[in-house]
């Protein structure tokens, strides 16, 4: 198993209160899931990719992460495993502008262990994979919206991670555009790749293969196997 959660909580102290932004999350994903986590905003979608994530860890509960108990890691520990098995896409895309398409999706291995040449064939692999080959040079402002998500997907997919979380990956693109990346990501679940959608948009969500629905912390619905 890829991912398990077991009753996991996460909260938070806000002015002396304590608030619980996840409550009793239990679920698991294979390797090669397509799953998309869905919820309204404020719903704790959005604390559960930094969990799943490895950008927080649990407050209480368990999640395995290929095996790993991340709530037992220090927080190097945690970026060791975040660059070794994630990606990640934002709706933002973080790109670079000084950058070009290249050497934005060069970045997450500029401190791996390295060479120059293992470095270029990777990168070309990965933006061949997104269909940018005859835009290596160009930098993100001379990209459209599509463009740059699929750059912020080569650079999540460089590294080779076990998991790809896309965090509301076509919230800043038109309806077209955005069928168009997500049908990157079915193409490249169709390879192999697990990928992680979060999400509020249910057009976005139709053609993932598992569905967790998230409301005030909790799971109401989940369609695929819970541990």
């Not at 270029?120 to 740059?148: F, Y």
């Not at 080569?154 to 896309?166: C, G, M, Q």
């Not at 077209?176 to 969500?205: C, P, Q």
């Amino acid at each position: 198993m890829l991912i398990s959660c077991k009753n996991v909580y996460k909260n938070y102290l806000l002015d002396k209160i304590t608030v619980t932004a996840l409550k009793d999350i239990s679920f698991s994903l294979e390797k090669g899931s397509f799953a998309a986590i869905l919820g309204p905003s404020g719903s704790g979608k959005s604390t559960l990719m930094n969990v799943l994530g490895c950008l927080d860890t649990p407050s209480s509960g368990e999640y395995l992460l290929d095996g790993i108990d991340t709530g037992r890691l220090s927080k190097i520990e945690l970026s060791g495993v975040r660059n070794k098995k994630i990606g990640f896409v934002f709706q933002s895309f973080n790109l670079l502008s000084r950058y070009n398409v290249f050497h934005n999706v060069e970045l997450p291995l500029m401190y791996a262990d390295l060479t120059q040449a293992q470095r270029k064939t990777m990168v070309l692999e990965a933006i061949k994979l997104v269909g940018l080959e005859d835009r290596l040079k160009h930098r993100p402002n001379e990209l459209s919206g599509g463009q740059r998500q699929r750059v912020a997907i080569a650079r999540a997919l460089v590294n080779k991670p076990e998991v790809i979380f896309a965090d509301e990956p076509t919230g800043n693109l038109d309806s077209h555009t955005g069928r168009e990346i997500m049908k990157i990501f079915a193409r490249l679940n169709d390879e192999g790749k697990t990928i992680i959608l979060v999400t509020h948009d249910l057009e976005s969500a139709k053609i993932t293969r598992q569905k967790i629905v998230i409301r005030d912390g909790m799971i109401s619905e989940n369609t695929g196997n819970r541990p």
